[in-house]
């Protein structure tokens, strides 16, 4: 009894000291399981897994995320005026820009660049963390689909294929910063490292039989089919892995990436060039943390922005 009772009070000494340490959000492991409990809800929908809760805000790795009343990063949504444009990014954790200051992310740069030429153009930015292609269409027909954007961007990524699990987790994994702290450790001593790891994985991703390869082309088709019935323009711009951008060993994945949005009728962007050959530290939201910092967000408005403006 009395060394269960010292294990118990052990644990949550070490526990205590962790919260007190992790206080600085420099732990990007801690910080997404916190932007899991406190900005993410169970989604009734299987196929989505969670969604964004609704009007709430968090400060995340120092950052404030705030979510709108349709769990978009941003402000409440204004009426559309007649003969408005409005865009709407789709897309994971870079999308929503995951470290990055609200100002400072992809859309709010792009509806900043539209300002500055007297335009006034909504970018609406639909990101959530850990959603891949199946997740963040089915999501656009389920609660976005009444936004009747005039542009749709797919910010697509390479996981963007991946089969994704639920998630959820058991409750130490919830509700406890030294139950993530292990789990992050063992995963670390247990899991393959090395650059050829990641590019073995995304070989294995885009293997044309792979049913998440599958799931992202045929969830693709529907979001193009959609385009094509309303009359709305769309697009998929090609996020890079910014782990190795002097060396990259992906782009025969963008030009996979290239040919099926051809294929489906979207307007394909390649944002890698943009990106040049910048060292992980240069670009990374923090060490250890490999999200576009507001520099590889910057890069990717630039690089999207031409494109976009086309239209008049």
């Known amino acids: 009894m009395v060394f269960a009772l010292s294990t118990v009070l052990g644990l949550l000494a070490v526990e205590g000291v962790l919260r007190l340490q992790n206080s600085s959000m420099q732990n990007y492991n801690i910080e997404m399981w916190r932007y899991a ?26 950052v404030e995320i705030r979510l709108n009343d349709r769990g978009l990063r941003g402000g409440p949504v204004p009426p559309l005026a ?22 400072e992310t992809m859309t709010a740069r792009l509806e900043q660049m539209f300002a500055a030429e007297g335009r006034a153009v909504q970018v609406l930015n639909a990101g959530v963390g850990n959603y891949n292609a199946l997740r963040y269409t089915e999501r656009f027909f389920r609660e976005l689909e009444d936004l009747a954007p005039t542009d749709i961007v797919v910010h697509y990524f390479l996981r963007d294929a ?61 979001l193009a089919a959609y385009a094509r019935e309303h009359g709305t323009r769309i697009y998929l711009a090609m996020i890079p892995d910014v782990h190795n951008l002097k060396d990259y060993p992906f782009r025969d994945i963008h030009q996979r990436m290239r040919q099926v949005a051809g294929e489906l009728g979207y307007t394909y962007v390649d944002l890698l060039p943009g990106f040049g050959s910048l060292d992980p530290q240069q670009i ?13 967000h910057k890069i990717m408005a630039e690089q999207l922005f031409p494109v976009l403006d086309q239209v008049r």
């Open 82 to 103: 007649p003969g408005g444009r409005r865009i709407l990014v789709l897309g994971g954790s870079i999308t929503l820009g995951w470290g990055v200051p609200e100002a």
């Open 162 to 222: 991946e089969q994704l699990d639920p998630g959820g987790g058991n409750f130490l994994l919830r509700h406890s910063e030294l139950a993530v702290t292990a789990w992050a450790a063992l995963q670390n001593v247990m899991a393959p490292q090395g650059e050829n790891v990641l590019i073995d994985h995304y070989r294995s991703v885009y293997a044309e039989d792979r049913p998440g390869y599958v799931a992202m082309k045929e969830e693709l088709a529907k």
């Open 284 to 296: 990374w939201a923090l060490p250890g943390d490999p999200h576009p910092n507001a520099l590889g």
């Open 37 to 62: 409990k406190e900005l993410k809800t169970p989604s009734a929908v299987p196929e989505l897994g969670h969604e964004h809760v609704k009007d709430r805000s968090a400060i995340l790795q120092s």
